[in-house]
């Protein structure tokens, strides 16, 4: 959809609840702890704004983060509501890079360099950001120590993208090709050891997207967004007087 709008699923029971209307949300994440979620508001063109709102149509209507000035997608909060990472347009124009806002109003970016860099969150001990950038070319998996930004890794090879944590912290999972690979992490940083392949996930995969297509579950199992699958029934094709055909050539004599 051109102007998309923030839905939530409830698991248990299996419903369906409307967030926002008149397209006007993208890049949603949940709040910190305080019943809300974050979502975009807005264009690139026109200005985005990060915004606040309640689960359902019937809350107040969404307002600006305190304390958080300026765009982008919402990727991270920390759980004290102190810390948010976003991943936002370049003043020029021409890349995606990853900030860190602070609720003191202060901003900064923790990725900035010429090629795209796109987060895609921070590790539950709040010690690791994961992230993608297509700096040699092509997009690969990253971690880097978080706040700070000193100690870069890489951890994949021959592509990775769309970079997510497990829920226990002690894995890293990056997309290749829609395959999943598996990083172990370590006290001292990702694990050496090559990362292991999972089972293939249908999802809608293209590099460096900013919103990622899939999220970990606490039991390891995957929640995937998928491509629409029409529920129409092909439609039945009579053919009369079919005996006559056979034998036929393409002239139809």
Not at 138 to 154: H, L, N, R, S
């Amino acid at each position: 959809e051109t102007d998309p709008d923030i839905w939530v699923w409830h698991l248990e029971p299996q419903t369906l609840t409307r967030v926002t209307t008149g397209g006007e949300g993208r890049g949603a994440i949940w709040g910190p702890g305080d019943g809300t979620m974050t979502f975009a508001r807005g264009t690139r063109m026109e200005g985005e704004m990060i915004v606040k709102k309640g689960l359902d149509l019937n809350s107040p209507p969404a307002v600006p983060v305190t304390g958080f000035r300026g765009g982008g997608l919402p990727v991270w909060w920390s759980q004290d509501g102190r810390m948010l990472v976003t991943n936002y347009w370049s003043p020029n124009g021409q890349q995606w890079n990853v900030g860190l806002r602070t609720g003191d109003d202060g901003a900064r970016p923790l990725r900035n360099g010429a090629s795209n860099e796109v987060a895609g969150g921070v590790s539950p001990d709040e010690r690791w950001l994961a992230y993608a950038s297509d700096e040699t070319g092509a997009f690969e998996a990253y971690v880097v120590d978080f706040p700070g930004g000193k100690k870069t890794t890489k951890v994949s090879e021959g592509g990775g993208d769309q970079v997510a944590w497990a829920r226990s912290g002690n894995e890293l999972i990056f997309l290749r090709n829609k395959q999943p690979f598996v990083v172990t992490m370590e006290a001292n940083g990702p694990s050496k050891a090559r990362p292991a392949m999972a089972q293939p996930l249908p999802v809608k995969s293209q590099p460096g997207w900013a919103a990622r297509q899939y999220d970990v579950m606490p039991d390891g199992s995957f929640l995937v967004v998928m491509d629409r699958v029409s529920t129409t029934a092909a439609p039945m094709v009579v053919i009369l007087n079919w005996a006559s055909t056979i034998g036929r050539g393409a002239s139809g004599k």
